[in-house]
């Protein structure tokens, strides 16, 4: 109950349009003042949280985007993504999913996704008779699977506030994303084939890519495919930590930009420096704010009550985890992904641990139903982003959006079911839960 | 407004706040450099390392610290502009949808809780090296370096950070809008 009260004001005074980080921090500060008469070493606390080599993953993973991204080496993923598939029905969406897939390998971010792709991918939808419905729901879909799919910044505070194998994360989103693309995939073919059909002549299918245009193609895109291996590769082989993962990852993204493509200067580089401290300092004081407002639920005992009552009502692991989930849906209809893993998961974490439930199965099913909050209405980022590129009316991009929450539930439920498909491949690296 | 048709437009008081608003968005920017430089300085570290435990056999300890040091830099001295730029994570859902002085009083409100943040981080923060100072704290791998010496970049940066909310309310205050701020969209990590 303490909790609820709790999380309910903290959402009040956040909707008063405050910074989070402010919000969070003068929050907790103020119930610990009540509370114990002190708020604590605060300035020793910021520095030990910011003072950690594996949070330096977050920015080294921003540059390696920026450098691809500038140096224009994915510019030609949709190109190819399109000519490999094109014959299929509903081949353009099914390219966009594919381009998504890729992309979120190299970006990490679910809005870099859905903005990058979206711009290249939505209008030559709508020049092709894609239905517009269909062009926003696969792009606001699509770009969700950036965070799902390694590296995720979601998945790296994840991993530090529940103390968790950054590289087991990794792994374990993999074939979940790839679930989940197959399952987006499907859908755009069922729904557009059956459009193409209805349309009856008037729609003309590409006839599918030769040998020679596939390979042509692949070799347009060679460079960009290579980084998503060699990031990941280098963890799951134990050659990279998380950190040196995305040291060397930009490093290959930077070489790639600057030796081969030749599209990226000093410039460049510095604003890319520049960017990512500064997207750096608003995530971190984030992190720092919700340290302290853990730290103030631990002194209230609230994850306590939360095992205590867990044990009382003999509530299952699969119970306990279907209402998590509900309320982390709950929560992304109302704020941001990264606050809700950094408000939800100290509280949670020691009723994991109750129940026996795997960190790495918890994080992944948390992470997909981060998506959720990305493509739920009103503050999900991805429907703005779409918003931003089409103009289209933002109720219309929220209907397309509706099969793509769906098919994300189903996700859930079915990893809920088979928590092999997440934990398999870590468990080859020998993670051991 | 542009610049120059503001300009015409002003009262003595509101150019002097414009004047020193000018001032601490170049200190502001200053900042964001040494940031910038400590990230790729960050990505240079971690590439070293890896080098020298791979190709020379000769793995590194001092890098980590050194690496945690810079994110300490990174994040500190970039806060003050990500501020000035209205970068914040926030939810926005209700406060857009206001005009006028309602949305005026909303965004004092939003300054001024940054501004007690800034205070809290420069006030705990003094006190922490303060703290370390007297007890003569050094580095665990790079013992020439007092912790202290690190430990300031809390209330250095911090202060920076009252700096420009200070300057922010000003703005407010004197029926300006503060510069730059939601110019430039923050790089989403979602």
């Given at each position: 109950?303490?909790?609820?009260?709790?999380l309910v004001a903290l959402i009040a005074l956040l909707y008063l349009g405050m910074p989070m980080f402010a919000g969070m921090l003068l929050f907790s500060a103020a119930v610990l003042w009540f509370a114990e008469g002190h708020i604590g070493n605060l300035g020793e606390f910021v520095f030990g949280q910011l003072n950690v080599y594996l949070l330096v993953a977050i920015p080294l993973f921003m540059l390696m985007a920026h450098f691809m991204v500038r140096g224009k080496v994915v510019d030609d993923l949709y190109d190819t993504a399109h000519t490999l598939v094109r014959h299929l029905p509903g081949g353009l969406g099914v390219a966009t999913v594919f381009a998504c897939a890729v992309f979120a390998a190299i970006s990490g971010s679910s809005v870099a996704t859905a903005l990058t792709i979206g711009a290249v991918a939505i209008p030559q939808m709508l020049r092709y008779n894609y239905s517009p419905r269909g062009a926003y729901g696969v792009v606001a879909g699509g770009g969700t699977l950036g965070i799902l799919i390694p590296p995720s910044a979601p998945m790296v505070l994840y991993g530090f506030v529940a103390d968790t194998s950054i590289g087991a994360l990794f792994m374990a989103g993999v074939l979940p994303g790839l679930l989940i693309s197959a399952l987006f995939a499907a859908y755009c073919m069922i729904t557009e084939g059956r459009r193409e059909r209805r349309m009856g002549p008037a729609h003309v299918r590409p006839p599918r890519a030769?040998?020679?245009?596939?390979?042509?193609?692949?070799?347009?895109s060679v460079w960009a495919l290579s980084l998503p291996p060699f990031v990941l590769g280098g963890m799951y082989f134990g050659i990279f930590t998380a950190t040196e993962a995305a040291a060397a990852g930009a490093l290959w993204a930077l070489i790639i930009a600057t030796v081969i493509y030749r599209k990226f200067g000093v410039r460049d580089l510095w604003e890319g420096a520049c960017d990512a401290a500064r997207t750096s300092a608003v995530l971190f004081l984030v992190i720092i704010a919700a340290g302290l407002f853990g730290y103030m639920l631990t002194i209230l005992r609230i994850p306590n009550q939360l095992v205590e009552l867990v044990a009382t009502y003999d509530v299952s692991k699969y119970q306990f985890l279907v209402a998590a989930m509900v309320l982390i849906f709950l929560l992304g209809l109302v704020l941001e992904s990264i606050s809700i893993i950094l408000i939800t998961t100290p509280v949670l974490l020691p009723v994991l641990d109750h129940l026996g439930i795997d960190k790495v199965w918890y994080g992944v099913l948390l992470t997909i139903n981060l998506e959720l909050a990305l493509i739920s209405p009103p503050v999900g980022m991805n429907l703005i982003v779409i918003k931003s590129i089409t103009k289209a009316p933002l109720a219309e991009i929220d209907k397309a959006a509706i099969p793509y929450i769906l098919m994300l539930i189903?996700?859930?439920?079915?990893?809920?079911?088979?928590?092999?498909?997440?934990?398999?491949?870590?468990?080859?690296?020998?993670y051991g839960g | 407004m542009s610049q120059p048709a503001e300009n015409t437009s002003l009262t003595p008081a509101q150019r002097r706040i414009r004047a020193?608003?000018?001032?601490?968005?170049?200190?502001?920017?200053?900042?964001l450099r040494l940031a910038a430089a400590a990230t790729l300085g960050a990505f240079g570290l971690v590439c070293y390392a890896i080098g020298m435990r791979y190709f020379f056999d000769r793995p590194q300890s001092w890098t980590d610290e050194a690496v945690g040091w810079l994110m300490v830099i990174i994040v500190m001295f970039a806060l003050p502009e990500a501020q000035r730029r209205g970068d914040h994570i926030g939810v926005d859902v209700l406060t857009e949808r206001m005009t006028g002085g309602r949305r005026r009083a909303f965004a004092i409100l939003g300054v001024g809780t940054v501004f007690a943040c800034a205070f809290l981080l420069v006030k705990e923060g003094i006190e922490t090296v303060l703290f370390t100072r007297m007890l003569g704290l050094l580095s665990n791998n790079i013992p020439e370096i007092d912790l202290w010496i690190v430990q300031a970049f809390v209330p250095a940066g911090g202060a920076l950070l009252a700096l420009v909310a200070v300057v922010q309310l000003a703005c407010y205050f004197a029926g300006l809008a503060p510069r730059d701020m939601g110019e430039h969209p923050k790089d989403s990590i979602e």
């Open positions: 109950m303490t909790f609820i009260v709790i030769t040998w020679g245009e596939a390979l042509a193609s692949l070799r347009k189903l996700g859930i439920a079915i990893l809920i079911a088979f928590p092999q498909i997440a934990l398999w491949l870590p468990q080859t690296m020998r | 020193v608003e000018r001032v601490v968005a170049a200190v502001s920017r200053a900042g």
